[in-house]
């Protein structure tokens, strides 16, 4: 099942101080905690760039090779760029808000965390 760049957005922005910005001389949004970019995408394209430790870029190209690959200019700091129509979503939403969990502050994290697991105990 194909992800298309609106979900990618839309789980986005469902975590915690997120916000989509243009960036006009890229011609793309950006998907941001603050300031801070932790993907970026386009609706007009099947692809989106997500920030991943080294560790886990490693694991997520041997795992999945046709849906992930090591990031132009970005790849060395652990960025995938994704192939939305071959990604598994659930697997993809999971990277998306680990990328949102190494951007947003310690405390915010924690705060979702523990929001989820009063969550999913009621």
Known sequence: MAVTYEQLRDWVLALPGTREVFVESWGHPTLRYGD??????????????????????????????????????????????????????????????EAWRRTAPKRVVAQYDSAQGQHDQG
């Not at 970005?74 to 990604?87: C, F, N, P, Q, S």
Request: proline content about 5%.
């Open 36 to 97: 801070k970019m932790f993907a970026s995408g386009s609706p007009e394209s099947s692809h989106a760039s997500v920030k991943a430790s080294r560790e886990d870029q490693a694991e997520l190209i041997a795992g999945a090779p046709e849906a992930y690959e090591i990031a132009a200019y970005t790849g060395r700091y652990g960025w995938v760029r994704v192939d939305l129509t071959k990604a598994d979503p659930d697997e993809l939403r999971h990277v998306v808000t």
